[in-house]
C-alpha cells in the first residue's frame, strides 16, 4: 500500500553551507559590510541548494522552514510574536529586532542561550508571561515553501511544536509558568496552520521533543488536549508530529489517541519505543516516522538491522516511513570531502548527505524489500586498539579519584597564591584575530616554519599577559591563541582521534566547530598544553592558569566511538588528562581549570538514568583532576545550560573554584547553589560575552552584589561568562576594565 506520507524523509539538514556560507555572510551584515538583501540572496541561494540536494537524492517528503540565520527557537518566537516589548520598542527593523533578541544591543542584552537536549546546539530561550500578546506571522514558512515550490519541489514547513515551545520557555515575570499559556498558543498555530493550508501546504511537521524528558501527568494530558485540538481543525495541512532524542514513554499513546496523520519516533536514543509503540496500538492509517538513522552522530548505519527494525515496525502499523532520528543538523554536510581521513576509517563514516542516501535506500527496502542492502563493515581495526591504556586503568585504585579535604586545599592555595577577596580573572581564550588564524593556517599548509609559527604565538602570549596586567587581573590565562577550539585542539594531539577538514557543525548562531570523532584508544603521546602555559608563567609573578578541556566535554563535542560504553572512554580521555595535569603542575603551574561545559549536556532527559551517568562522568572529572598534590588549585568552567539539574553533580566534582555562565539568567544558579550548601569557590559570571555590548560597571556591580548576598566574598570570584575569543579587542579592554573596576568597588 502507499504511504500517503512517503517512504523517507528527514527531520531537517545543515543549514550553514558546505563551507559555511551562511556564518559568513551572517558575520559580513553584522560588520555592516552587505546589506539586508545580499544577506537574503546568500540565505535563498543555500535553501534552494539544499532542496535540490534531497530532492535528486530520492527523498519522498522534504522539509522547509529548517533554514534560520540564528536558531529555529527564535524563529518561532517570531512566527508566534513572543517578541519581548524590550525589543519592539527599539524601532529596529524585522531583521534587526530579530538579531538584536539573539545577540543583544548596547541598550538591552539578548535573551537566555542554552542547550538544545542533548547536544552542543544552543537554542534561545522565548521569555513568555501571562502579557505576552501572540500573534500568528506565518510569513517565513509560507515564502520558504513558494521559494521550494518554484524549483517544483513541495515542501513540509516545520515548527517548534507549542507545548515544546513552552516547555523551554523561560517566565518573562517571576512566578509566572509559560505552560500555562498553551491553550492560547495552540489557537495561534491554529490561525498558522489555516495560512499554510490556504498556500497549499499539504503537510505540516510540529516537533515535540519536550516530550521525551519525564512529564507530569499534567503536561501529558495538556499535550493531547493541544493536539486534539489542532488535528479537528477543518483547515489545515496533514500534522506530523516529531519527537527525537529518546522515547516518549507516557505521552506516546496521548499523542496516538489524537487525529494526527503522523508520529516521528526516535528508535536510536529510544530503542525501547518499538515495544512501546506495539502496546499503544496506532490507529489504522496513521504513519509512523521511524528514526532510524542516527541524526546525532557520523558512523554508518548497518542497514540490514535498521531494515530488520523498520519491519517490525511495520508489523505494528498499517503505513511506515523511514527517517532520521532528528534533525541532520547537528552532524557535518558530507564526508566525500574529507579526503585526508586514513580510509579505513572514511569508509565507516555518514555524514548528512550520505546519511540522506541510507533513509533513501531503507524506504526502498521498505517498500520493495530488502534486496541488496550493504553487509555491515567488519570489526575496527586491530591497530586502533591501546593494551597500555587498557592496562593502566584496570590497575586504578577508588584512592586515584580522591584529592585532600577541600579545607586543607583550601589553606595551602592560599598559602601558596594569597590572593585578594574577590579575586578577577577570566575563563581562557582571549580574541582569536584574524591574524592568528592566518597564522595557524599558515603553519598547517606547511608556509610557516615551527620556529616562526612558535614565535608568533609566544608575541601573541605575551601581548595577552601584560593587557592582563594592566587592566589589574589576579589570576591570568595565556589566551590560547594557539588553539581552534578547546576540544580540537585536544583531539588533533591525542591518539585515538582524527579530525576533519571541512567537518563543520552550527553551535549557535554564526559559531561553527569542527568535532573531532574519537575511533580507537585514547592515549596522549606527549604534553598538549605544558610549552605554552609555561612561557606565559615565565612572564609575570601573578598566577597563570593551565587551559584543559575535561573529559566528559571533550566526548560531547566529539563524535564518539559506539563500540564501547561512554564511561570506558571517558576514563581513557581522563586518563590523558590526568597526566597532563601532572605535567603543568611540575612546571610551576599553581592554577589549572578543567573545564565541563557540557556535563549537563550529556545528562540523560529520563531521571532513570541520570544517576548512572552522573556517576561515571563525576569519577571520569575526578580521575584526569587528583593527580596534583593539595596546594595545586583546580577549576573548572559551565556554562549555557540548565546548572540545576546538575546541581549535584558540580559539587560532587570537588573542583576547588566553580565558574559558571550566570550572565543571561540573571545569577539563578545561586539559589541552586545556596540550596545544596556549596561550600567551595565559584565564580558566576558577570558579563555575557556572547553579545557585543559593553556593559556599564554598575551592572558588573549589580551582579556582584548578588553574589556576595548569597556567597561569602571568601568564596567568591568574578569572572565573564565565557571564554574571549569571539569578541574583539577594543570590546574585551572596555569591559574587563569595568569588571575589575566593579570588584574593587565591591571589594571595599
Partial sequence: MSNPFGQSTVLGYPRIGPNRELKQAVEAYWAGSIDADALERTGASLRADVWQALAAAGLDSIPSNTFSYYDHMLDTAVAVGAIPERFRRLGLSDLDTYFAMARGVDAEP??????????????????????????????????????????????RPALIGPATFLLLAKPAVPGSNPFDRLDDLVEVYAEILAALADAGVAWVQLDEPGYVADRSAAEIVALHRAYTRLAGLSRRPKIFVATYFG????????????????????????????????????????TIVAGLVDGHNVWRTDLRAAAATAATVAAIADQVAVSTSCSLLHVPVDVSAEQGLDPQLRERLAFARQKVDEVVQLGQALAEGVGQLPAPLPPSPEQWRNDGVRARLATLQPADRQRGAYADRAAAQQARLQLPPLPTTTIGSFPQTPELRKARAAHRAGKLDDASYAERMRAEIEQVIRLQERLGLDVLVHGEPERNDMVQYFGEQLAGFAATEHGWVQSYGSRCVRPPIIYGDVARPAPMTVEWSSFAQSLTDRPVK????????????????TDQPLAETADQVALAL??????????GITVIQVDEPALRELLPLRRSSQPAYVDWAVSAFRLATS???????????????????????????????????ASRSKMEVLDDLAAIGYARGVGPGVWDIHSPRVPPQQEFEAALRLAVAAVPASRLWVNPDCGLKTRRYPEVEASLRRLTAAAAAVRS
Avoid at 510569513?139 to 515553501?145: C, N, Q, T, V
Avoid at 593551565?546 to 566511538?561: D, K, Q
Avoid at 590526568?578 to 612546571?587: F, N, P, S, V
Avoid at 577549576?635 to 559558571?660: K, N, P, R, W
Wanted: aromatic share 6%.
Fill in 110 to 155: 539578548a535573551l537566555e542561550l542554552t542547550k538544545w537536549f542533548a547536544t552542543n546546539y544552543h537554542y534561545l530561550v522565548p521569555e513568555i508571561g501571562p502579557e505576552t500578546v501572540f500573534t500568528p506571522d506565518p510569513a517565513k514558512a509560507l515564502r520558504e515553501y513558494a521559494e521550494a515550490a518554484a524549483l517544483e519541489i513541495p515542501t
Fill in 247 to 286: 522515547q516518549l514513554d507516557d505521552a506516546l499513546p496521548a499523542l496516538l489517541d489524537t487525529s494526527i496523520e503522523a508520529l516521528g519516533l526516535d528508535l536510536i536514543a529510544g530503542r525501547a519505543t518499538v515495544d512501546q509503540l506495539a502496546a499503544a496500538a496506532p490507529r489504522p492509517g496513521t
Fill in 578 to 587: 590526568r597526566d597532563e595535569c601532572r605535567d603543568l603542575a611540575a612546571a
Fill in 546 to 561: 593551565g587551559m584543559l578541556t575535561g573529559p566528559v566535554t571533550i566526548l560531547a563535542w566529539s563524535f564518539v566511538r
Fill in 627 to 661: 593527580g596534583v598534590d593539595d596546594s595545586a588549585q583546580i577549576h573548572t568552567h559551565l556554562c549555557y545550560s540548565e546548572f540545576g539539574e546538575v546541581i549535584h553533580a558540580i559539587d560532587a566534582l570537588d573542583a576547588d573554584v566553580t565558574s559558571i555562565e
